[in-house]
């Protein structure tokens, strides 16, 4: 190299100054210092007729006996043609590239249900119906595929779970469970865990078929047929009042299963934005009717949840635990293993009904009784999808919606009253 060079301790005692300093050492070769103190060495050179300037390194990681042979090494190359900056470029994204592939390869190994597991821990539990989910998948897919590696889970695998659903009579879980899947193949997928979400071309038509929205309302008989029915359901009494609770307030089935006793006082309910689907605290004024639900909870009242878990010390029923047991008792077919012999006894006469119904029966029953919609709306603590109206209607329709409710369940009393008087007579 031509040229006074640089010297071993000449680099070690280089002060940074003001601006960036470079000391060359021939060749090419130098050392950028920094006004930090940092110490880069670096290498200039020409290529194809353009000027290009590589990094080799840091010092004192990189010493100067280093950085001249990286420099010879880079030489070499320029005399072979080949330009350095790009070939240790190529050379780094293959190594990048090899350790990602390795990680996947990894990853691929860990089975479906560790890595489900994984996902419901950051993501899923975090959800109001993670639980709910997470049982379903359990349920329906865990058996098959929990134990597979993941990498090795294919779509036939997938929708031979999700077609067993739908054959048993549950379209609208088959769609639950596929709509689910799909988001955690998409957070395995950006995490490199999965190549690509097996099920990305598969739509609810192919798995339990694209479903009507539902329409389904109690009339006044049929709800004065559910007083007189419920008590001789078998269903719990805890059970038995969450239902009626959606159908007094207009609440979600899973709102009330999450209820705890410091959220509610002797007149209203409040519903804490983490437990509300839209993420919107929502109170509401309690009824005298809906008031005796929650007097007639505290006579068995225990822990801290409006409605405890029979089966698990420390927890709450769950909206699809309920959910489930409303259906068994109106499929008046043969008692299923472990299931109620009550099979028919919540039929109504307007066919199958679902606490969602009720939610939509408290509505449609407010709107009869002159409740304008969007007190209705209120009521049911629905979003509003219009940003204009997100940002400027900010009336919270307090006393329209307390007036609502008490007008509902004035209605609801009359219709319970109603209900006695049937019995009385059945008795007689």
């Not at 437990?275 to 919107?280: L, P, V």
């Not at 639900?293 to 006579?299: C, D, I, K, S, V």
């Not at 209705?376 to 219009?386: C, F, P, Q, S, Y």
């Not at 006393?399 to 209900?419: V, Y």
């Amino acid at each position: 190299m031509a040229g006074k060079l640089l010297g071993a301790l000449e680099v070690r005692d280089i002060k940074p100054g003001e601006t960036e300093i470079i000391k060359r050492d021939g060749g090419g070769l130098e050392i950028r210092v920094y006004p930090s103190g940092g110490k880069i060495w670096q290498l200039r050179y020409e290529f194809g007729g353009k000027r290009r300037i590589m990094r080799l390194g840091e010092y004192p990681a990189l010493s100067l006996a280093g950085a001249r042979r990286k420099a010879e090494d880079a030489h070499r190359m320029l005399d072979a043609g080949i330009d350095p900056k790009v070939h240790e470029e190529e050379q780094e994204n293959a190594r990048i590239e090899a350790d990602r592939i390795a990680k996947m390869e990894q990853a691929a190994r860990k089975t479906f249900s560790d890595v489900f597991m994984d996902w419901n821990t950051a993501k899923l539990s975090k959800r109001n119906d993670g639980a709910d989910l997470l049982r379903a998948i359990r349920k329906d897919i865990f058996p098959a595929l929990g134990e597979k590696e993941i990498g090795s889970v294919t779509r036939a695998d997938l929708m031979k779970c999700l077609d067993a659903v739908t054959s048993r009579g549950a379209p609208r879980m088959a769609n639950i469970l596929l709509t689910t899947l799909k988001t955690f193949y998409k957070w395995a997928s950006l995490r490199e865990i999965v190549i690509a979400d097996p099920l990305g071309p598969v739509t609810a038509g192919d798995v339990g078929g694209k479903l009507p929205s539902r329409d389904r309302i109690l009339s006044d008989a049929e709800i004065v047929d559910l007083f007189h029915k419920l008590p001789e359901s078998g269903l719990s009494p805890k059970a038995q009042n969450a239902v009626m609770m959606v159908l007094a307030t207009g609440c979600r089935l899973g709102e009330i299963c999450l209820a705890e006793w410091a959220h509610v006082t002797e007149t209203t309910w409040v519903i804490p934005a983490e437990n509300a689907k839209n993420g919107r605290e929502h109170k509401i004024t309690l009824s005298p009717f809906a008031q005796g639900l929650f007097r007639a909870l505290q006579t068995q009242r225990e822990g801290q949840w409006c409605l405890p878990s029979s089966k698990k010390i420390g927890s709450h029923q769950t909206r699809m635990s309920i959910g489930a047991a409303l259906y068994d008792r109106q499929t008046e077919r043969p008692q299923r293993q472990g299931r109620t012999a009550e099979t028919s006894s919540l039929v109504l006469e307007g066919g199958h009904w679902t606490a969602h119904d009720l939610r939509r029966t408290c509505a449609s029953g407010m709107q009869k009784l002159g409740v304008m919609p969007a007190v209705i709306d209120a009521v049911l603590n629905h979003k509003e999808t219009k940003g204009v109206t997100q940002i400027y209607q900010r009336y919270d329709y307090a006393k329209e919606m307390a007036d609502a409710w008490a007008k509902w369940g004035k209605h609801l009393t009359n219709l319970r009253a109603q209900a006695k008087g049937i019995a009385l007579v059945a008795g007689e």
